[in-house]
């Protein structure tokens, strides 16, 4: 089986821009989380997509925003990017609901610098 | 203070040591997971743990949910064990965690042959 899949893997753009990402799980798997890489705040959740449902969302504003396809295949969206929305942003997928009983498979990421 | 604390923060050894790396969180949670961040970026998932002690290998997790600590241990280590490793604690949240991990800042190891 592919392991899960990120697109773009590097990204420029400037301050004020849009970036969408996106993100294709593990075939079967039904459960798309979101999650950002910062040197000084570490990993953080972002939001995690369940049958096209967001049904959990962390501590970002509404600029990050994202969507889940019936496909399964994810994407997230930052509007206005900010010069601290550089970051390495990594998705990861599980095969059922994503409970605490499975594991996670982490994409590679994709990595935005914002100039 | 952060609910997910890891230590030491950076760990250096020889080729052959016995490695031990440990994860305190303040939170109740449903599980605790080991992630394991080579250069470049990508993280594997070492293990998920909610009870016990699991075995992979030279990798060895325990987790004592009362103390509510983890520990990561490396038996006969080797200079390609060196990544950063990471806990990450899912809540306790009645079952609607989903995903929302929190995560602790990670153990830079470095093995020299």
């Known amino acids: 089986k592919a392991g899960v899949t990120q697109t773009p893997r590097y990204l420029i753009k400037t301050r004020g821009q849009q970036v969408t990402l996106s993100c294709s799980p593990i075939?079967?798997?039904?459960?798309v989380s979101w999650y950002q890489q910062t040197p000084g705040q570490g990993l953080q959740f972002l939001f995690e997509?369940?049958?096209?449902?967001?049904?959990n969302k962390g501590n970002f504003p509404g600029r990050f925003s994202g969507r889940q396809f019936s496909n399964s295949r994810s994407e997230m969206n930052v509007s206005t990017l900010e010069l601290g929305d550089s970051a390495l942003y990594l998705c990861?997928?599980?095969?059922?609901?994503?409970?605490?009983?499975?594991?996670?498979?982490f994409g590679p990421g994709t990595r935005l610098l914002v100039l | 203070k952060n609910e997910v604390e890891q230590s030491p923060q950076n760990l250096t050894a020889q080729e052959g040591e016995f490695i031990t790396i440990n994860c305190s969180y303040s939170?109740?949670?449903?599980?605790l997971h080991w992630l394991q961040q080579h250069p470049g970026g990508g993280i594997v998932s070492l293990f998920m743990?909610?009870?016990g002690k699991k075995k992979h290998g030279r990798l060895i997790a325990t987790i004592n949910i009362q103390e509510k600590h983890s520990s990561l241990h490396i038996t006969a280590s080797h200079p390609r064990d060196s990544a950063v490793y990471i806990c990450?604690?899912?809540?306790?949240?009645?079952?609607?965690?989903?995903?929302?991990?929190?995560f602790g800042q990670g153990t830079i190891l470095t093995v020299h042959p």
């Open positions: 075939s079967g798997h039904r459960s």
């Open positions: 743990l909610s009870s």
């Open positions: 939170v109740g949670i449903s599980a």
């Open positions: 990450a604690a899912l809540p306790n949240a009645g079952g609607t965690s989903y995903g929302k991990l929190t």
């Open positions: 990861a997928s599980s095969f059922l609901a994503g409970g605490p009983q499975e594991t996670q498979y």
């Open positions: 997509y369940f049958s096209e449902t967001q049904r």
